[in-house]
């Protein structure tokens, strides 16, 4: 006699919250220690990347630290809906540098059913506006230098950092 059993990986919108607080937190770090950002900038963008989560239509968040044109740090943020064999770790480890002249840039990236129709309903819920760049977010002038996985339940975003 043979068995067969199938696990169902769930989760819901609290598990999303869970793990995009701790990519607020981040991004939070991230202002507060370049100074290229307000705390009010951090939290809208914290804001707009948790919506686009809970809609399932967030694919990637790219936030790039440049010093005079120069790429000098970068984290992404990747939406994970199948965290198998991830564990969940606490925010931080993201004291990003002082530099001169500091930008820091955010890309964001749709899942497939992010069409047309959607930016235009979930537009007037955004607090931001965000539009279509050309910005390279390969960051191949800098090395992979880590990263942090957030989980709950079977949602993640894991976290990849880039350094010089």
């Known amino acids: 006699m043979s068995q067969t059993a199938t696990k169902t990986a769930t989760y819901t919108e609290a598990d999303i919250v869970k793990t995009t607080i701790c990519v607020r937190a981040d991004l939070m770090m991230i202002a507060d220690s370049t100074g290229a950002w307000t705390p009010e900038r951090a939290q809208n963008i914290a ?18 630290l440049y010093s005079n044109g120069a790429e000098v740090r970068a984290v992404r943020f990747v ?27 955010v890309v964001l990236s749709y899942t497939g059913a992010y069409t047309d129709e959607a930016a235009a309903a979930i537009e007037p819920k955004l607090k931001l506006s965000w539009s279509a760049t050309s910005l390279d977010t390969s960051h191949a002038s800098l090395r992979l230098a880590g990263g942090r996985d957030y989980v709950s339940n079977s949602y993640g975003i894991q976290r990849k950092d880039w350094g010089e």
Request: glycine share 12%.
């Open 47 to 64: 804001h707009d990347i948790e919506l686009l989560a809970k809609v399932g239509y967030l694919k990637q968040a790219d936030v790039m």
């Open 79 to 105: 939406a994970n809906v199948a965290t198998g064999g991830l564990t969940s770790s606490r925010p931080g480890g993201v004291r990003w540098p002082r530099i001169a002249n500091p930008t820091l840039r």
